[in-house]
């Protein structure tokens, strides 16, 4: 138990559907993120909220859009996505130290 | 720009020494880490430093050069179950913790 959870862990959507993926952490951790890991490709960094603030948006299309509604919550909303979408989704959160990871979304769009 | 570099892939011998390289440029640097990921698995954190030298955590060590833009991680007496990807990443001067592509290392009996 790494304290970072992850719903769904599996997703399956089509390509005209709007769906959400959610990550909770309860170590009291102020910046949460969310990464991209395509099957053998590097971690890409999509999202980084620091104290609810958005910091960076790495160039993500904006068929992703992400919530931030406290220091706990982080929400991706999903909607028409490709199947070049397709990945794991993984949430993570730190603050001054190490990022603790969340089991993550394996995410197929059809 | 934000660059990292580790190799592709490394094999070595189970009871052996294995040492896995990073080199890094980053806009600022507040922190350099390892974490371990086994295939369809979340990564899990190794190791942490942020000051020059090496730190010790059991048969897992992590060495920086701040002023090399440089670590590694040494995994001694390996065992079959630490077949698996290893990242290096890098927090820069704003909180954002960049990866590497990982380094697939294959432990063979």
């Known amino acids: 138990e790494t304290g970072v959870t992850q719903t769904p862990r599996h997703l399956v959507m089509g390509m005209t559907n709007k769906k959400s993926l959610k990550c909770e952490q309860h170590l009291g951790h102020n910046a949460m993120y969310w990464y991209k890991q395509s099957a053998k490709k590097p971690l890409e960094l999509m999202f980084v909220?620091?104290?609810?603030?958005?910091?960076e948006n790495n160039s993500v299309p904006s068929r992703f859009s992400p919530e931030c509604p406290n220091s706990s919550h982080l929400f991706l909303h999903l909607h028409t996505l490709q199947p070049e979408d397709s990945a794991l989704y993984l949430c993570a959160s730190s603050s001054a130290g190490e990022a603790f990871f969340g089991p993550g979304t394996r995410l197929t769009v059809l | 720009g934000q660059n990292i570099d580790q190799p592709t892939e490394m094999t070595a011998t189970e009871g052996a020494i294995v040492q896995i390289n990073c080199t890094y440029q980053?806009?600022?640097?507040?922190?350099l880490f390892w974490y371990q990921q086994h295939a369809g698995e979340a990564p899990t954190f190794l190791s942490y430093?942020?000051?020059?030298g090496l730190e010790e955590k059991g048969r897992f060590s992590s060495f920086l050069s701040r002023s090399k833009g440089y670590s590694y991680l040494l995994l001694k007496e390996l065992q079959m179950k630490d077949s698996a990807s290893y990242l290096c990443a890098v927090r820069d001067q704003v909180n954002k913790l960049i990866f590497g592509a990982g380094t697939r290392l294959a432990v063979h009996p």
């Open positions: 980053t806009s600022g640097f507040n922190g």
């Open positions: 909220y620091n104290f609810k603030e958005q910091t």
């Open positions: 430093n942020v000051l020059d």
